[in-house]
């Protein structure tokens, strides 16, 4: 797809109602720092549109972008933050619960792991919740350019191991800085959108 126009439509808070946005969603979920907003902003090619380098215990929310009046990119909050409390987690495990739950349009939830790392506890509790809401979650490998290209097969097996992927599950790893795997997630989500 070619971008024509972005904006930030729709930002819900904890008690917000989820809104019935009519079109296409496709969803993005990881760990906080992961790489979320940047490959976001990549996608629509915008540099800070997605907010970046999001600070422990500010507001959480879910943001609706939408790209050219024909889809969403949804943000959900980022997972893992040691210093938020155990409540406050708990509540936002609900609220991505219940969008991926009440969403109708929902084609598709990427979820992002570094490439560099193994899947924590959360990633993987979040793969499951994403598989038992009845979505097989696209992995993102972000921050490629991190790893050298020996590398990436070894690390992509880990992620694909260690978060048990099901047979067929897609992993596509990304880097924000040379747009490496851009053209791929678009042609994805193209596909998914059916555009
Ligand atoms: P978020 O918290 O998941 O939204 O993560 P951000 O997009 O804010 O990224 C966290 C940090 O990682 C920032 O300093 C980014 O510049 C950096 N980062 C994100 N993606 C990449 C990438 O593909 N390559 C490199 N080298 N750094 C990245």
Known sequence: MVIKNVS???????????????????????????GKSSLINGLM????????????????????????????????????YAKVPETEKAKWGKMIERYLH?????KAVFLLIDIRHEPSANDKLMYDWIVNNGYNPIIIATKLDKLKRSQVQKNVKAIKDGLKLRPGSRIIPFSAETKQGRDEIWALMDELTGF
Request: aromatic letters at 8%; hydrophobic letters at 30%.
């Open 8 to 34: 930030l439509d729709i930002v819900c808070g904890i008690t917000s109602k989820l809104p019935d946005t009519g079109r296409s969603e496709i969803a993005f979920a990881g760990k906080s720092n992961v």
């Open 45 to 80: 090619n915008r540099k800070a549109l997605a907010r970046t380098s999001s600070q422990p215990g500010k507001t959480q929310t879910i943001n609706f972008y939408n790209v050219n009046d024909f889809m969403y990119l949804v943000d959900l909050p980022g997972y893992g």
């Open 102 to 106: 009440t969403s109708q349009t929902l």
